[in-house]
């Protein structure tokens, strides 16, 4: 309340009002580089018993002041003037190649690499190789969310693919179950959902007499939602870690605030059961145990907030409003003009449902000073300082790219099911991509209506209807084992509607993916949407060189709308699910999804199905239409998969599958397919003794339809459209057959398999079949490390995609969940690179808990969670000492990898757009270093950096980031963090000068006392706009700009508060080496005011905006008296001047004033009016207090004879002033009870 | 209303004389004359000359506000001059049966230095009465509210060394209101009471000479009274707010009080309560509706000590320091029964450099005493304290910058051990290492087992003998002696115990505080077995005043299984969860058996049907709970002998969705508990189902 007391009495009344609002919003919505009034305002406190409501923490109002969005304005305009921009920010590529490659202007300078593309003719047969057991191909969305709305997707796998790539693992008996561990609730399975409670797990490891361990063991705890509470045995892995003593231990689960099921994992790694019990076997397998918790809708106490504004005055001159309306031109000839303004936010139980809603009439809830977004953006290069001086921590509630949001949520009635719930706002997708669905799922990031209900008999209904749909864009790009930066196919993507994803398919088999890793923004890239380029947290290897298994290639896949004003469309989807046994059931399930785009239209509808066959088998199967049309193109196709695994006899698992989409079938969101391929076969895996394995395996491959068209102009690479060119058709088959054996001795496994691959080519008649002698050997050399190897020995003829390789590698297990491999591969005959070396640091993602990463970037009284986290997380895991972990990393191929494949001629390509385009994604030649530290270990301050330096023929890219921030002194607290990079996509490497920032931040907040608090900001920032379209247009340009910023906030006592402010933002460009010109632009503001009376106020402000280059002057004055009317309501009358004298040519030009009076009332939504608002009176303390106080004073009536109680007691149960659940009786549903409603109420 | 009226009041009553005040105090404290003055009317109103001289007549006559000319000659005969300097004394001679004075409006603030307000010398004081320093004898004079008034504050303190002796005060209290300031209590120290409200016509915050330790009241007593409870010791209709709040006072001492049934804590400071001293004092059953911790200590608390009182059965935590400045001296308590309501620690320190000794500390449902990580507590001496029935660690320091709600309430459990420096910059006590045994058990030699371990190099490691089953964590509860660690970081210590026996250890060290216990260890017996130690009967202690000594011998109990025809569930109606009449004669079957049987202590499970969410029923089952409780205790069931579980819809009584099932599941079940191990059968009813 300290801080309350000093409270700035702004001039603006909404400075005042939303100011103190702001309080409660962390400020958050910040513009770009400057401060906010309402970040120096928030409270001082430390967080010692800021016992911060989250849900309280962000409503998506009025959060920002009236002052700070006009200069967030400022800065938009400011944008404008420098030319610069104008040339490296051009309008999105909007080349719509509906036939083939136009002929382009030539490319100025050719990349060797595209020439090194060795073109073959179309249709000769490369082949084809495996797919791993359970390939996960999660589906996701982004986890800021998370805490709110973000679903598991589909429980992050699909159940079966096509056969797995089946890495060598050692074969054992598998039958000494010698430790068991268990893990169970103590008491509670089911707790609400409100970031509070807390439920307690215990578990032990016991022997397999059922004795309890006769030692001590680490054990790791994840969850899929919900955050452990307590000391963490070891804070520097990931998940929380207890130590159980004598086998048993207890940890606590906290509540999120959303509400659904969650899945709490215990494990306790091989290696840590090794060194308790040296006496197990190396393949003995790590502890699992799993456990179910639910957490329902926690019906809150109703809280309303917000502010409502009434202005009248002369036209133009709303000083206090937005930058924009001030000396507009079009009203300054009006001589009265009225606006209002309103935001409201407020949540709280509507009978069962729990209603969360947010509006504001002047604007979108997500806005921020430069334009809309799905959801609020976490990413640190959008907060204004990550430092808010406190440890509050943020949610958003309500986001919403348009004024409203609206939710209405309550558990559902059926066990085991998501909750019932309709809104309006920004959504994801995540019902339509379920653990049964691969071609008819869907994973965007939409905004409008959505609904989900389930009703009694377990069947799920959801629909959604998603208005203003951008165009959708989706972005295969191979990565070059750097973090970045990498460009996005188009300029201009919508704020937060991208979604990004790791896939691993099989190197030279295009058309199915092994793993789908989601990455989150924020915590595991950044994102420039203007531009279009992504940097990542950690590098991303181009290869995974695995060398008992096969190799893989990685491919980042990016989803996201493009912000293009002329076109807008619609989408509709509905999906109807049964699941007759709840959770642990199959799952049927129906899709339809239509989207209108103006010229564009797309359809896609489908079955989907999942079912166990008793205990060991599982049969899933799916099928999707869709229909695509643009323009000429009609496109229309389906798409059938069905798989099935099953153990029938003991020790012997078999899987078989067929899926194929024809070739005009469509879906740019989902997993990666190629349309056009029909894949069936089988797998048969049987252990007929303790130490042999034998294994069968038979698959076949067909292609159809065309392949992508081989690009070599520059237009055509760098602006590919939405839909890949399609060149000659494909016609082949490839036919693997596989017997193998695996055999133990000793702790070494052997491996040997003898394939056969039959390629057939009906284009260029030609069929070939080759046989290959496969080796794999893992031979433990000490407890910890591990030599591989494996040979690919051809047998005569040598297939070009399968040459002889030879492959060995050294595994060394440094720590739990974390080894480090290094691995070199040999190939001989064929295409592709002829060696290929990595070193990676391996990280058991199973165990990498997001909640608890996040927590390891706070700082008390600093910054909290995901603010951190993307300041200075880089997420490394090999832990050197307390606080400090690292990754390594080093990939070299030797030789570029640009191949026929089955799909298609790969080329070199900066991105490879839709969904068959990224078939013809290939390797190129180079040589990665990385290596990345992280220190957290001091609680006043962390840092991280990275280098990485990648080098191909002709061209390289370094990557150098370092950022740290801490608190100085207990008052001062400082970021800073720097970051260049040039870019990774394939050919456009060195084609462009390096990107480069710098931030630095100072925050002065003394936590005993207010009376002042202070910002500086400052930001370099080169050639911050450079796109491939610079490259098209044959210019070069190198830009600088630097920004500063200075804040402060001055409050000697109650009465008086002073503000000043000062912002510069000076920029240089050049193009083409003989034109330059700088710019520099100016802003100066100071407020000033004096609460004489304890209703009276008043207070000036002066601004003045200065852009030298052009001659722009602008000024601005207002004064002002207020009146409180009541603590939440505020008359305000003044006067307010300014004059623009705009040299430019544009704009007008001359001299426009404005000045006037003005009127203005002012109202806090809340207690307003007595009874307006219904925020209690003076809270019970907290929630968890709350008590019945009339059951306190309560005298029973005496006992009488039969008498029925009075209608409304002696005891009112609960008094109005308390009352938190008024409408929901634990009454009657009628579908329940045949009872009338309200009974004897 | 009348409290509106005291708010212009008030503040005109502190501007002006307020204002006075602080410019001339010692000049005002010097012209004050001083009076023995004997309150014999139980009236309380305007000041205005009649028949008897009320007690509002009385404290303005000693402020000086008002001289005995403006009164009556018989009230003017009740008030005799004394030697100035002394101080005024206030007795009482009311009339038998009259000796309740209901205030309709808060009397004057007291700033007559050394006044003595006495109750003892009303007729009828039964000096003999008191067994027990910390249950002083039922006072006769008692101060609370009229019917129908609101008054925030009994007695408002605002002079050196005023005494307030032998009063029973209850019912001070204010309905919420928007902008509450102050909380209401029973006795308020301050030097310039700040007015209940915040207003327009408020002082400026200058004006309560906040910073001026001198203005702060010094050596104000209160002594042998009954806080929060009438005369008859029964439940009051309406219960205090707050017990004494010392808001800024100095070396206040508050001693010999029976301190019960408050809303919030008994006793809470505020900015300033340097030299606070607290002993012998019975605080029971406090917290019941807000602040739910006994002692709540906030602002300045230097040289304070919280000595030899008995912290019991109140719904939060015995003592709580939240954001203190200076140490305090905490020994010879028995804090037990607390986190009624709330899973709280007994103790929860915040600050450096407090003693925490000799107490008992049990039966609460969180940890012993919790030191918090945030602000960094450092050099807290936690040690020869007893530890039983805990939930929770026996000393939880919090570590890893913990400052989420349930740090602040219940602790982190157990520390992993210091891996850097940094750890001490944000763990309490400065992470000190908990000591380690070598090993879980040791085998007992001929006479002795000698127990080693690891703990911080140098530190003083107190052994204790761990008397409950719970494992690696069990409350300590018996010092066996202290060894200290040798610089290379082990200890080893040698003792007579039988095989069988558990220990921990504690490891303290003046530089940085005391630990968090070692995980328990055992004693084998010499072939590596662990026998059973006999249980021995533990004596379980209660919050009960201590009865006339003279009792006649009772033969021992009969030791086999009881058999009692006791209820043990009370059903409710739909949505409801006030007692019925015929849930309240269950209740009094079940209070009169709880009276009978001093063993029996009882879990109250609340619960409700499966209809409406989760969350509501789960409140509503609390609520269940809560008033089945609030009727016991006002039935004179000792509240430390209950405890609330809310269940909400997750046990249900039966499987059916009828009218009749869903009455059945609308239930609070009382579980009870023979301490004394013996076996009890009870009965269910059905009579006061209530139908929908």
Redesign the interface.
């Known amino acids: 309340m300290m801080s309350l007391s000093s409270r700035s009495l702004g001039l603006g009344l909404l400075t005042t009002l939303a100011g103190s609002f702001g309080l409660l919003l962390p400020g958050h919505a910040a513009p770009d580089a400057l401060g906010t009034a309402a970040d120096l305002e928030v409270g001082a406190g430390p967080a010692v018993e800021a016992v911060v409501d989250p849900s309280v923490v962000e409503a998506a109002g009025p959060e920002r002041s009236t002052v700070e969005r006009s200069t967030a304005e400022n800065l938009t305009i400011e944008v404008v003037p420098g030319e610069a921009l104008e040339l490296t920010r051009p309008g999105p590529a909007e080349s719509a190649p509906t036939t083939s490659a136009i002929a382009a202007p030539t490319w100025a300078d050719p990349k060797a690499a595209i020439a090194a593309a060795t073109v073959q003719p179309q249709g000769q047969l490369p082949a084809v190789l495996e797919a791993e057991p359970g390939g996960a191909v999660p589906l996701a969305n982004r986890r800021e969310n998370a805490e709110i709305f973000d679903f598991r997707f589909g429980g992050d796998q699909l159940p079966l693919n096509p056969p797995s790539t089946y890495p060598l693992t050692p074969v054992g008996p598998g039958a000494e179950a010698a430790y068991t561990l268990t893990l169970t609730p103590e008491s509670e399975t089911q707790i609400p959902a409100n970031g509070r409670s807390t439920l307690t797990l215990v578990g032990a490891v016991t022997t397999a007499e059922g004795n309890p361990l006769a030692d001590d063991v680490i054990v790791t705890l994840t969850s899929t939602a919900g955050e452990f509470v307590g000391a963490d045995y070891d804070a520097d892995r990931g998940g929380f870690q207890v130590l159980a003593r004598l086998g048993q231990f207890e940890a606590q689960l906290r509540s999120p605030l959303d509400a659904r099921p969650a899945t709490v994992q215990a494990f306790v790694s091989a290696q840590t059961l090794r060194d308790v019990d040296p006496s197990l076997a190396r393949d003995y397998p790590a502890l699992e145990a799993t456990t179910q918790v639910s957490f329902y809708t926690d019906l809150r106490p109703t809280i309303i907030s917000g502010v409502v504004d009434f202005r009248v005055g002369r036209g133009g001159t709303n000083f206090l409003g937005s930058f924009r309306d001030f000396l507009n031109p079009d009203s300054l000839s009006d001589d009265v003009e009225v606006s209002f303004t309103t935001g409201l936010f407020a949540t709280g139980a509507v009978g069962d449902w729990l209603f969360t809603g947010a509006y504001n009439n002047t604007r979108g809830l997500n806005d921020r000073c430069d334009g809309s977004s799905l959801y609020r953006d976490v990413q640190a290069c959008d907060q204004t300082y990550p430092v808010y001086g406190d440890s509050s921590t943020t949610d958003f509630l309500t986001p919403s790219i348009d004024s409203l949001y609206l939710r209405f949520q309550r558990d559902s009635l059926v066990p085991d099911a998501g909750p019932d719930y309709f809104m309006w706002g920004d959504y994801g997708t995540q019902e339509f991509a379920g653990e049964s669905q691969q071609f008819t799922a869907t994973v965007r990031e939409l905004h409008g209506f959505k609904g989900n209900y389930t009703f009694g008999n377990g069947l799920q209904l959801t629909a959604l209807y998603a208005d203003n749909v951008r165009p959708f864009q989706r972005d295969t790009i191979a990565p070059d084992g750097t973090s970045g930066y990498y460009f996005l196919s188009r300029r201009l993507v919508l704020r937060g509607s991208e979604n990004v994803f790791i896939e691993t398919e099989e190197f030279n088999r295009p058309g199915t993916v092994l793993e789908r890793i989601p990455l989150y923004r924020g915590v595991d890239y950044t994102i420039d949407y203007d531009r279009g380029t992504l940097l990542f947290d950690q590098p991303v290897d181009a290869v995974d060189l695995n060398p008992l298994g096969v190799t893989l290639v990685r491919r980042i896949v990016v989803t996201y709308q493009v912000e293009d004003a002329s076109v807008r469309g619609n989408l509709y989807a509905g999906r109807l699910q049964y699941r007759p046994n709840g959770d642990d059931g199959g799952v049927v399930g129906a899709t339809v999804l239509n989207e209108d785009q103006g010229a564009q239209d797309f359809t896609l509808y489908g079955f989907d199905v999942l079912f166990p066959l008793g205990e060991q088998g599982l049969i899933a199967g799916e099928f999707a239409r869709s229909t695509f049309n643009a323009g000429a193109t009609n496109n229309q196709g389906n798409a059938y998969r069905i798989e099935l695994s099953g153990t029938p006899f003991d020790g012997v698992t078999g899987q078989a599958f067929y899926r194929s989409t024809d070739s005009g079938f469509n879906n740019t969101a989902t997993s990666t397919f190629r349309p056009g391929q029909t894949r069936w076969g089988g797998q048969v895996l049987a252990q007929v003794g303790p130490q042999t394995r034998l294994r069968a395996v038979v698959d076949q491959e067909r292609n159809l339809g065309t392949a992508t068209a081989v690009q070599t102009s520059a237009a055509g690479l760098l602006r590919p459209g939405q839909n890949a060119i399609q060149g000659g058709a494909v016609d082949n088959t490839l036919t693997e057959l596989r017997a193998g054996i695996v055999q133990q001795f000793g702790t070494a496994t052997l491996g040997i398999d003898f394939v056969n691959r039959n390629r057939d080519d009906r284009i260029a008649n030609t069929s070939t079949s080759a046989n290959q002698l496969v080796s794999r050997l893992n031979l433990p050399l000490t407890e910890t490390l591990s030599a591989l190897a494996q040979s690919e020995l051809n047998l005569g003829t040598t297939d070009p995609l399968y040459p002889t390789r030879n492959t060995i590698g050294l595994e060394w297990a440094v720590q739990p969940g974390v080894s480090l491999r290094l691995a070199q591969q040999f190939l001989s005959g064929g295409n592709g690179p002829g060696s290929i070396t990595s070193l990676d640091t391996l990280v058991d993602y199973e165990l990498d808990d997001n909640t608890t990463l996040t927590n390891r970037y706070s700082l008390l009284g600093g910054y909290n969670g995901i603010t951190g986290q993307g300041a200075i997380g880089l997420n490394h895991r090999l832990v050197l000492a307390p606080g400090l972990r690292a990754t390594f990393g080093f990939e070299r191929i030797f030789g570029d990898g640009f191949n026929l494949t089955g799909a298609g001629q790969q080329f070199a390509q900066p991105f490879a757009v839709g969904q068959g385009g990224s078939s013809s994604l290939g390797l190129l030649a180079s040589t990665v270093y990385s290596v990345g530290l992280e220190y957290t270990d001091n609680p006043d301050w962390q840092a991280s950096g990275r280098f990485e330096y990648r080098d191909s023929p002709g061209s390289s890219n370094i990557v150098l980031g370092a950022a740290a921030a801490g608190k100085l002194t207990e008052s001062l607290t400082g970021l800073a963090r720097f970051d260049l990079a040039n870019f990774a996509n394939q050919t456009i490497t060195d084609a462009l000068g390096n990107s480069a920032s710098l931030r630095l931040g100072l925050a002065y907040r003394n936590p005993v006392s207010d009376q002042f608090n202070g910002l500086l900001s400052y930001e370099y920032r080169r050639n911050p706009g450079s796109t491939p379209d610079s490259i098209l247009q044959g210019t070069s340009s190198e830009a600088q700009d630097h920004t500063l910023a200075l804040e402060g906030i001055y409050a000697p006592t109650y009465r008086w508060e002073f503000y000043g402010k000062y912002g510069l933002r000076y920029s240089t460009a050049n193009l083409a080496e003989n034109f330059g010109f700088s710019n520099s632009i100016h802003l100066v503001q100071a407020r000033a005011t004096y609460r004489f009376a304890y209703r009276w106020d008043v207070g000036a402000e002066v601004r003045w905006l200065g852009q030298p280059a052009v001659g722009y002057n602008e000024t601005g004055f207002a004064l002002e008296a207020g009146y409180y009317l009541t603590p939440d309501v505020r008359l305000g009358l003044g006067y307010s001047f300014g004059g623009a004298n705009d040299g430019s040519f544009v704009g007008g030009g001359g001299y426009r004033s404005a000045s006037g009076p003005y009127f203005g009332i002012t109202a806090k939504v809340n207690q307003l009016f007595n009874g307006f608002g219904v925020q209690p009176v003076s809270p019970p303390q907290q929630q968890d207090s709350y008590v019945d106080e009339a059951d306190l004073i309560d005298i029973p009536a005496p006992p009488g004879p039969e008498t029925e109680v009075p209608e409304s007691g002696i005891t009112p149960e609960v008094p109005p002033e308390t009352l938190q659940f008024e409408v929901t009786p634990e009454g009657p549903q009628p579908e329940v009870t045949d009872t009338a409603p309200g009974g004897e109420e | 209303m009348k409290q509106r009226w005291w708010i212009g009041y008030g503040a005109v009553a502190l501007t002006v004389p307020g204002l006075a005040l602080t410019v001339p105090p010692v000049a005002g404290q010097s012209a004050l004359g001083d009076y023995s003055l004997r309150v014999t009317s139980p009236e309380d109103g305007p000041v205005q000359p009649d028949e008897g001289l009320t007690l509002r007549e009385a404290i303005e006559l000693a402020n000086g506000t008002l001289t005995p000319e403006q009164l009556s000659e018989a009230e003017q005969a009740f008030a005799q001059p004394l030697p100035t300097g002394q101080g005024s004394r206030i007795g009482f001679d009311l009339p038998t049966g009259q000796t309740t004075i209901a205030l309709v409006d808060l009397l004057p603030e007291i700033v007559a230095p050394e006044l003595v307000i006495d109750g003892t010398t009303q007729a009828g004081y039964d000096v003999s009465a008191g067994l027990d320093p910390k249950f002083p004898p039922a006072p006769v004079v008692s101060l609370t509210v009229a019917e129908g008034s609101e008054v925030a504050r009994g007695l408002t303190i605002a002079a050196d060394g005023v005494t307030v002796r032998g009063l029973s005060l209850y019912g001070f209290r204010t309905?919420?209101?928007?902008t509450?300031t102050t909380p209401p209590a029973d006795i308020f120290i301050s030097a310039l009471a700040p007015p209940v409200d915040s207003s327009?016509l408020s002082p400026a915050l200058e004006l309560f000479r906040l910073e001026d330790a001198e203005a702060a009241p010094r050596g104000v007593i209160v002594e042998q009274n009954w806080l929060g409870l009438p005369p008859n010791g029964e439940f009051p209709?309406?219960?205090s707010a707050f017990g004494v709040s010392v808001f800024n006072a100095v070396e206040t001492t508050i001693r010999n009080n029976r301190i019960q049934n408050h809303?919030g804590s008994a006793i809470i400071t505020g900015f300033r309560a340097d030299g606070l001293q607290v002993s012998e004092n019975a605080i029971i059953g406090n917290g019941?509706?807000?602040?739910?911790d006994a002692i709540r200590l906030e602002g300045a608390i230097a040289s304070s000590a919280i000595t030899d009182n008995l912290i019991c059965a109140n719904d939060g935590s015995g003592i709580y320091f939240?954001?203190t400045e200076g140490a305090a001296q905490i020994s010879g308590n028995a804090i037990q029964y607390n986190g009624r309501?709330?899973e709280r620690a007994a103790v929860y320190l915040m600050g450096n450099d407090h003693q925490l000794s000799d107490n008992f500390i049990g039966y609460q449902p969180g940890p012993g005493v919790a030191v918090?990580a945030?602000?960094l507590s450092l050099r807290n001496q936690i040690r020869g304290n007893r530890y039983a029935g805990l939930d929770g660690l026996s000393i939880d320091l919090?570590?890893?910058?913990?400052?989420?709600?349930?740090?602040?309430q219940k602790g982190?459990?157990?520390?992993?051990p210091r891996?850097?420096y940094?750890r001490r910059?944000?763990t309490g006590n400065a992470a000190i290492n908990s000591p380690e045994f070598d090993a879980?058990g040791f085998v007992t030699g001929a006479a002795e087992v000698t127990l080693t371990g690891t703990a911080d190099p140098g530190t003083e490691v107190d052994l204790y003998r761990v008397a409950e089953e719970g494992?690696?964590y069990s409350p300590l509860s018996e010092p066996l002696g202290t060894v200290t660690a040798s610089p290379e970081g082990t200890f080893s210590a040698s003792l007579a115990l039988p095989p069988g026996t558990r220990v921990s250890a504690i490891a303290s060290d003046p530089e940085w505080g005391t630990s968090e216990p070692a995980?328990v260890a055992a004693v084998q017996a010499a072939d590596g077995s662990l026998p059973e130690l006999p249980v021995t009967p533990v004596e379980l202690p209660n919050c009960a005043a201590p009865v006339p000594p003279p009792e006649p011998v009772e033969p021992p109990p009969p030791l086999e299984p009881l058999v009692l025809t006791v209820p043990r569930n009370i059903h409710f109606?739909?949505?409801?969860?006030?007692?019925?009449?015929?849930?309240?004669?269950i209740l009094d079957q079940i209070a009169e058996v709880m009276l009978e049987y001093p063993f029996l202590t009882v879990e109250l499970h609340g619960h409700?049907?499966p209809?409406?969410?989760?969350?509501?029923?789960?409140?509503?089952s609390e609520?269940r709970s809560?008033?089945a409780r609030?009727?016991l205790v006002?039935q004179g069931v000792p509240p430390e002998r209950m405890r609330i579980v809310p269940f909400g819809e997750?046990q249900r009584r039966s499987q059916g969705?009828?009218?009749v099932e869903?009455a059945r599941d609308?239930r609070v079940e009382f579980v009870f508990t023979d301490l004394r191990g013996l076996e009890i059968t009870f009965q269910d009813q059905e009579a006061d189902l209530q139908l929908?």
Do not use: C, W
Not at chain 2, 573 to 585: G, K
Not at chain 2, 611 to 620: D, T
């Open positions: 309905s919420d209101r928007a509450q327009p209709a309406v219960p809303d019941l509706a807000g602040m739910p939240f954001k309501r709330f918090t945030y602000p919090n570590t890893q910058g913990n400052t989420g709600v349930q740090d602040f982190d459990g157990p520390n992993p891996n850097s940094h910059r944000e879980y494992f690696p995980p109606a739909l949505d409801r969860s006030d007692i019925s009449p015929e849930s309240a004669e409700t049907d209809r409406a969410s989760a969350a509501y029923n789960l409140a509503l609520r809560l008033a609030n009727y006002r997750t969705s009828g009218r869903y609308r929908e």
